[in-house]
């Protein structure tokens, strides 16, 4: 439905952030990856 109103190129960005910051969350939360400000701006 969405991609009746975005172009493909924002679509697919917008899902890709979507799954690497899921999968980020999922990291620290279940796997006890160590969080620190350098890995939430994306330097590691």
Excluded: F
């Excluded at 924002?10 to 400000?37: C, D, F, Q, R, S």
């Amino acid at each position: 439905m969405a991609m009746k109103e975005l172009p493909v190129g924002t679509a697919y960005a917008v899902w890709v952030g979507n799954g690497t910051l899921g999968t980020a969350i999922l990291a620290v939360m279940l796997l006890g990856e160590p969080i620190n400000l350098v890995r939430v701006l994306g330097y590691c």
